[in-house]
């Protein structure tokens, strides 16, 4: 099974930080974790890749636990932009397994 | 540059008949997928393409779906004979080749209507 387990959705209040989390308690020792996020009626986008470290990008940081069971998107300063579906995905064989994401929604 | 590009948009057909879709990946991009996305649902993978060879296809029903991939570059995937629990958003994806955790880069997708 390589699904990952995300709150069905969150909100969170406009120029706030957010943190999403996943957890992903079957993970190997060779699966990447990967955040997409799904804006309305448009195709998923990435959003950053991590395997032990945490990671940092220009959209958001992955902060990865110890154990790598579990794992935060943070998003540090949300805009009523980022309102979307958010996808954690293990990597597995190569392929990206979908689930149905955690839904964010930025109150303003 | 210009991002993967899909058509149509929106397509509305009745049962039993045929649909195609259309996908040109980002330049450069040798690996292509196709997904197929229900509502309230992640994408699932349908098929993927390693320049013209099919390199997964397990997901893919073949006895109305099929796809392809000429020259390795232009996709079409298609639905015959289409049925109504095909109703659904078909994404298509590309990739640079080499790497599992390469980024995939997803076009708007085509939002099929089966009547």
């Known amino acids: 099974d390589a699904k990952t387990t995300q709150p069905n959705s969150m909100e969170s209040n406009e120029e706030e930080p957010v943190h999403l989390p996943c957890n992903h308690s079957t993970i190997s020792g060779t699966d990447y974790i990967h955040w997409y996020r799904q804006l309305p009626s448009q195709g998923p986008e990435y959003v950053i890749h991590g395997l032990t470290s945490n990671v940092n990008n220009r959209m958001a940081s992955l902060a990865i636990a110890e154990d790598r069971k579990s794992s935060t998107l943070i998003l540090h300063r949300a805009t009523l932009r980022d309102a979307a579906v958010y996808y954690c995905i293990r990597l597995r064989n190569e392929k990206l397994t979908f689930g149905t994401g955690t839904r964010l929604t930025i109150i303003p | 540059e210009a991002g993967v590009v899909q058509s149509p948009r929106y397509k509305i057909i009745e049962k039993k008949q045929p649909v195609a879709f259309w996908c040109n990946p980002i330049?450069?991009?040798?690996?292509l997928y196709w997904y197929l996305q229900n509502l309230g649902q992640g994408p699932e993978l349908l098929i993927r393409y390693e320049n013209e060879e099919a390199v997964d296809d397990s997901q893919l029903p073949k006895d109305r779906f099929s796809a392809e991939r000429l020259k390795g570059v232009d996709s079409t995937l298609k639905i015959q004979p289409a049925e109504l629990g095909d109703s659904a958003v078909y994404l298509c994806?590309?990739?640079?080749?080499?790497?599992?955790?390469?980024?995939?880069?997803f076009g708007p997708g085509t939002r099929l209507t089966v009547l």
């Open positions: 994806a590309s990739s640079l080749g080499g790497r599992a955790y390469n980024e995939q880069f």
């Open positions: 330049s450069g991009h040798n690996t």
